[in-house]
C-alpha cells in the first residue's frame, strides 16, 4: 500500500515514517507538512492510505479530508493529540486513529485495519462514515436538501434549479449549478465539486436529478453525477463501461447501467 504522512511537526513525520518503512508491504509515497501540500499530493501521488494529523494551521485535517472526497478516495487513519472525548468521533467514523506519541502495536493495529478494508465494499463504507464525520462538523445534518427546496429557494419555472444551496457551519452558500463540475455520493451525503471546492449536502442523487437540468446534468454511475459541460475526453472500458476525463484530469466510470447516455457526451455516437 501507498502511504502518504501528513503533519504539520517534522519530529512526528519522522517518527511515522522510519516505523512504516519496516513494514514490508507498505511503500512511502510521499510527506507533507500542510494541509494544502496534502489535498495536492492526495491528487498526484494517489496513495492507498493517508496518515492524517487533525489539528495543523491553516488547513487542519478535517478540510484536508473534505477536498479528497470522491473516487479512488484513500483509506485514512487519524493521528491525533486530541482527548478522549474527541476521540469518539473517531471511534464511531474512522477506519482507525493514532494518539501521539504513536505505539508501535497500535500502529500495526491500523494497519492491518486497512489491509482488511481494502476491498471495495469495505473503501466505501469506510468513505460514507468519514463524509459523515464531516458533515456533522460542518452542521449539515441540521438540514437536507429536502428542507432546502421546500422553502422554494431559487426554484425555477421549469422545476430545475440554477442555484444549489448548501448549509455550511452557521451560514447557506449558494452555490451556480452551471459551476458544478460533479457530484459523488457515499451512504447518505453527497459531494458537490465546484470551482474547485467540495460542498457536502445530505440527500440522494434521485432527488438531485429531478432538479438539475438534465441537457446538463446526466447520472453516469449509481453514486455519479456530472456536467456534460466539463467532459472534454470518452476512453471506452471494458464491459461496456467509459471513462470520462473532465477539466483538471478528474477521471470518472460511467457503468454499463448508464451506457445508453454515451451519446450526451458523444454526439455522433
Known sequence: MKALIVDDEPLARRGLLLRLAKIDDIEIAGECSNGRDAIQAVRELRPDIVFLDIQMPGISGFEVLRQIQGPGMPMVIFVTAFDEFAIKAFEAHALDYLLKPVDDDRLAAAIQHARDAGEERSALDHRARLLELVAELAGVDEVSL?????????????????????????????????????????????????????????????????????KQFQRVHRSTIVNVDRVRQVRPHINGEYFLILDGDIELKMSRHYKDRIGRFLPDF
Open 146 to 214: 429536502d428542507d432546502l427546496l421546500e422553502k422554494g429557494i431559487d426554484a425555477l419555472a421549469t422545476g430545475y434549479l440554477d442555484t444549489l444551496p448548501i448549509k455550511d457551519g452557521g451560514s447557506i452558500i449558494r452555490v451556480k449549478t452551471p459551476s458544478i463540475d460533479w457530484i459523488d455520493a457515499a451512504g447518505d451525503y453527497m459531494c458537490v465539486h465546484a470551482d474547485g471546492d467540495t460542498h457536502i449536502l445530505r440527500g440522494t442523487m434521485k432527488k438531485l436529478e429531478e432538479i438539475l437540468d438534465p
